[in-house]
């Protein structure tokens, strides 16, 4: 099946208000077990996990595309001109329609014409792709990049709430080592995170520092209005190596799609996913737009590579504490999709039969934060590379 006919089942069906076609999403070896009249029972299966409404799924994906990288994109502005306006708008609807593409690639037609979900995860999508050239190479190959990503996310992640533990701590003498050791003793409950309704109401937590930190933002830009005056971006970029740069922050600021097929298959109502990403994207790009524009508009050729660096102290401190709570509330989400891979490649997980123990599960996600934990500690300048 063509990538284009799977785009416009995805589109017809799941898009469309028709509910007795929509009733038909559920895998294809559930279908002789389901009736299609009413959704599966949650109850009835005590292995299934729960499910979660489209505003936590919504949460999820606004806390991946509102990440720290935020904080660079008005010094990415200044390095791009206005060709960065047009990529941070284009970005947006790119990534939109991209995840929603990849999702649509877990479908195929039964019988019937109607789309069932029939693949589970990337590592499904890619052993169909390379199955009769190397079967099952594709599969690990994906696996291994995405378990890379997520392991570098949440490396990020708590070297930058190590790094700002330091700085909101200034008054008592505690080393860089430290702030890690304390960091990774409070993410340590992330262990045992199960199913995506937790991780969903620490994203919604997560989202609101991300908008009190952007809204005090443009708050202290919109009283300094009066420094606006002659200042405009300039119409071409400059520095081509900062252009580059500055294009590849602006895109990774919108990367939600690797936590798609999780999210997607664990919503109550997968009709509003698209409507879902759509409204998530377009929210992102307004606050992104605005905070970078004005923020901009206010400093100028001054604007420094985090801006946090051009707020005066006191705004400073608490713009610090707040990206504390982000980046500490922003690691289950990495987190949790980067166990859930390795559990299901490493262990095998059969969710039909259950073999897999706790106390494996425990074991590989506790040595998973101890390797996050280790990174970190040898990489203490990770946060700065990452914004350069």
């Known amino acids: 099946m063509s990538l284009r006919r799977v785009e416009s089942l995805w589109m017809k069906h799941f898009c469309a208000g028709d509910v007795e076609e ?11 077990e389901c009736s299609c009249d009413s959704p599966p029972d949650e109850d009835s299966d005590p292995l299934q996990r729960p499910k979660i409404s489209t505003w936590e799924a919504g949460w999820n994906i606004t806390n991946a595309i509102q990440g720290l990288f935020v904080l660079s994109l008005p010094f990415a502005l200044h390095q791009s001109g206005y060709v960065g306006l047009v990529v941070l708008i284009s970005a947006a609807l790119i990534c939109s329609y991209t995840g929603k593409i990849l999702v649509s690639c877990l479908y195929e037609e039964d019988e019937s014409g109607r789309p069932v979900r029939v693949r589970n995860t990337y590592e499904d999508i890619a052993d169909a792709c390379c199955g009769n050239i190397c ?26 709430g190590s790094n700002l533990m330091c700085h909101s701590l200034f008054f008592l003498p505690v080393t860089p080592a430290t702030c890690s050791v304390i960091t990774f003793l409070i993410l340590l409950p992330c262990m045992l995170i199960r199913d995506l309704r937790a991780v969903s109401r620490l994203s919604f937590l997560c989202s609101l520092a991300q908008f009190l930190i952007t809204f005090m933002v443009i708050g202290y830009c919109l009283g300094q209005s009066a420094r606006w005056a002659g200042r405009g971006l300039s119409a071409v970029a400059v520095d081509f190596d900062g252009f580059q740069v500055s294009v590849g922050v602006i895109i990774f600021s919108y990367t939600s799609q690797i936590y798609l097929p999780q999210l997607e298959e664990s919503m109550t109502d997968r009709r509003d996913f698209s409507r879902m990403m759509d409204c ?4 992102g790009c307004v606050l992104k ?36 709570v982000k980046a500490l509330l922003s690691y289950p989400l990495p987190f949790y999709a980067a166990a859930e891979i390795l559990q299901n490649s490493v262990l095998k997980t059969d969710t039909s039969s259950g073999h897999v123990t706790e106390r494996q599960t425990l074991l590989l996600r506790a040595s998973l934060l101890i390797l996050i934990l280790v990174m970190s500690l040898y990489v203490p300048h990770f946060s700065h590379c990452s914004w350069v």
Request: glycine fraction near 6%.
């Open 280 to 283: 998530t994207h377009a929210l």
């Open 135 to 160: 079967p099952g190479v594709g599969g690990k190959l994906v696996n291994a990049a995405q378990v890379v990503e997520l392991t570098m996310t949440c490396l990020l992640y708590l070297v930058v």
């Open 289 to 324: 737009t605005a905070f970078s524009l004005l923020a901009f508009l206010t400093w100028g050729e001054e604007t420094k590579e985090v801006i946090t660096d051009n707020l005066p102290a006191a705004v400073s401190l608490m713009v610090n504490v707040c990206l504390l």
């Open 22 to 32: 929509s009733q038909a999403l559920v895998p294809r070896d559930d279908l002789a």
